[in-house]
Each structure stands twice: as C-alpha cells, then as structure tokens.
C-alpha cells in the first residue's frame, strides 16, 4: 500500500517558525527557511493537503497543532480518526497553560482496521518532544513508530515523508523493523553493539538516565 505521513507547518505558526517570522526567543531554533511558508497559515492549503493525501494514497497521517483542531475537524473527510500525541515536554509559551498535547489524523487504510488484521494500538502517545536534530517540530522516533502502527505498516509498503524537515521521521521510518538490540530503549534511536560485554539498552548517558527514571517511576 502508499502510505504517507505529512508534517507540515502548522497553521497559525508558519510564517513564525519557517518564514520571515522571529521564532522562539529572539529567532532560536527556527527551522531552516521556506519560501511558501506564509502559505501554511491559510487554512485552504492544508484542505488541499488532505484532498491530495485522500487521492494519492491508500493511508495518511498528518500532524496537527492542537488549536488547529477545529479547523481540521471542519474538512476532514468521514472516518479519519483524531489521535493524540502528549508531549509532556514542550517548548513554554507566552500561555500560562501550557500546552502539552497535539492531534494527529490518521486514515487507516481499508482492511487495516479490523482486531485481527494487525497488532492492537492505542490512539494516544505519550513521548516527549526530540531535540536531537536541533529543528523545530522534529518528530521523536517513537511518534513515527506510533504513527506507523496506526496505519498498519507492513513490509513492501510505501512510506513517503511529504514534509522531510530534519529527515528525523524518514530515519525512524528506516528504523521501524530493526530488531529492539539495535534501538535504543528510551528514544528509539539506532545503537552500535560492542562486539564484547554486555548489550547497550541505551544511545547515551542521558537516556540510560531517562531509562532509569522511567522504571523508579514504575516501581513506585
């Protein structure tokens, strides 16, 4: 099947974040520059987005900011589904209620839905927010491995990253069937084995430490 997950800027921040807007404090983080930006700010483009995504391909997702909701919800064809990804970690805003949730609308393909036509998954995510490739709105590796499982990814199927960005969700997309010894247990990112001693669970010191907290956390 075609599959495609598209990130695209989000509406109401495009021209801020890949435009001739000023970012986040002072121009920090901005993702590189696009000269459509402002375009990403008219809420047609990204109906027009969806009518292209219902056209091409068999299952889509696409991601959202949550105020956007609404908007969305207004063209969204029938049986699109609202999942949601808590981020936990989030950039602060000028908000005093911090917003630590977005939507991700997801077509599962036909024949895909059923129990028993694949793994069960549950539509909300919690992982935090990646700042390993340094740009605003890169996808952490487990938000694409979750976005992957919602559509039924199998083998043989095509994945197009319509918005490539950092190439955070293509890498996570290449990753998706390396076996769990070859990822890191806290982030998901790929890890080199040591051809001696005992397996690494972990990509750095800092997710061995995340790792950690998770399980105290649990056991408490």
Known sequence: MRLAIADPPYLGRADRWYGSGRGHRGGIGRA?????????????????????????????????????????????????????????NAVPSGS???????????RVPEGRSAHRTGAAVSDVLTAGISYRHNYVGSKPYPWTHWVLELLGYRQGDEVHDLFAGSGA????????????????????????????????????????????????????
């Open 32 to 88: 590189a520059a696009h000269e459509a930006a402002a375009e990403w700010d008219d809420p047609a483009t990204h109906r027009q987005l969806v009518a292209r995504l219902e056209a091409e391909y068999d299952g889509w997702a696409i991601a959202a900011a949550a105020d956007s909701l609404p908007v969305y919800q207004s063209f969204l064809p029938a049986g699109v589904r609202t999942c949601i990804w808590v981020k936990g």
């Open 96 to 106: 005093r209620v911090a917003n630590q949730w977005e939507p991700v609308f997801v």
């Open 169 to 220: 969700v293509t890498l996570a997309t290449e990753l998706y069937e390396l076996p769990s010894t070859l990822q890191c247990a806290a982030c998901g990112a790929p890890i080199e084995q040591r051809s001696t001693g005992r397996p690494r669970r972990t990509c750095s010191d800092a997710c061995r430490r995340r790792l950690a907290r998770r399980s105290r956390a649990v056991s408490v």
